[in-house]
């Protein structure tokens, strides 16, 4: 079966260390995107890849950073610059980046800071 | 900056009722799609809309751009049904991967 896959679905962690979100997809998708979801908010594009080896900041990027080594990952690092890193995180793709491209979305990673 | 607004954010109705959500949004375009996330957290696509009318079994998504206003529209609802659905719109980008700008959702509880 195609699709995303997000790992692990619940995550805790101490104040002040860094932290990997892993997001694998093998739907050959050339575009892949993270998001963070609060309560009470929508959710904002925290980093996007449209391909291999590139990446572009979103709207929320400080404290976090990405990789794209390959198609099908996009690793997220919470970092611990990041203020308010207790969060659900979703990873998405796209066959491309394109404005007519529907996006794929991960189950999520619900991490809690303590 | 585009601004998503969803209503209404609560929404609790009995089984067999039909169900409206709304979607206003203050910029251009290029889609709009209406999401579902069940209480697990994961999201699943419903449709994605540029123009007119779409329909999927029970659920029917229809998009006005003139008035930058979509509706998703639920008939003979059920509790299975109930989730946050969420407005989303990718402005028009000429290409680029920017990723889309989410409404806060609308929590809808259908009781038996």
């Known amino acids: 079966d195609g699709g995303i896959t997000q790992s692990p679905k619940y995550l805790f962690r101490k104040e002040g260390q860094n932290v990997t979100l892993s997001c694998e997809q093998n739907?050959?998708?050339?575009?892949m995107y993270w998001y963070r979801q609060d309560p009470g908010q929508g959710l904002r594009l925290i980093y996007y890849?449209?391909?291999?080896?590139?990446?572009q900041k979103g709207d929320i990027a400080e404290g976090y950073s990405v990789s794209r080594e390959k198609k099908e990952s996009f690793p997220l690092t919470v970092t611990s610059a990041q203020k308010n890193p207790t969060a659900f995180y979703l990873c998405?793709?796209?066959?491309?980046?394109?404005?007519?491209?529907?996006?794929?979305f991960g189950p999520g990673t619900r991490l809690t800071v303590l | 900056k585009n601004e998503v607004e969803q209503s209404p954010q609560n929404l609790t109705a009995q089984e067999g009722e039909f169900i409206t959500i709304n979607c206003s949004y203050s910029?251009?375009?290029?889609?709009l799609h209406w999401l579902q996330q069940h209480p697990g957290g994961g999201i699943v696509s419903l449709f994605m809309?540029?123009?007119g009318k779409k329909k999927h079994g029970r659920l029917i998504a229809t998009i006005n751009i003139q008035e930058k206003h979509s509706s998703l529209h639920i008939t003979a609802s059920h509790p299975r049904d109930s989730a946050v659905y969420i407005c989303?719109?990718?402005?028009?980008?000429?290409?680029?991967?920017?990723?889309?700008?989410f409404g806060k959702g609308t929590h809808l509880i259908i009781q038996p």
């Open positions: 998405a793709s796209s066959i491309g980046g394109g404005d007519y491209n529907e996006q794929f």
């Open positions: 739907l050959n998708h050339d575009a």
């Open positions: 890849s449209q391909i291999v080896n590139d990446f």
């Open positions: 910029v251009g375009i290029s889609a």
């Open positions: 809309l540029s123009s």
């Open positions: 989303a719109v990718r402005v028009y980008s000429g290409g680029g991967a920017d990723g889309l700008t």
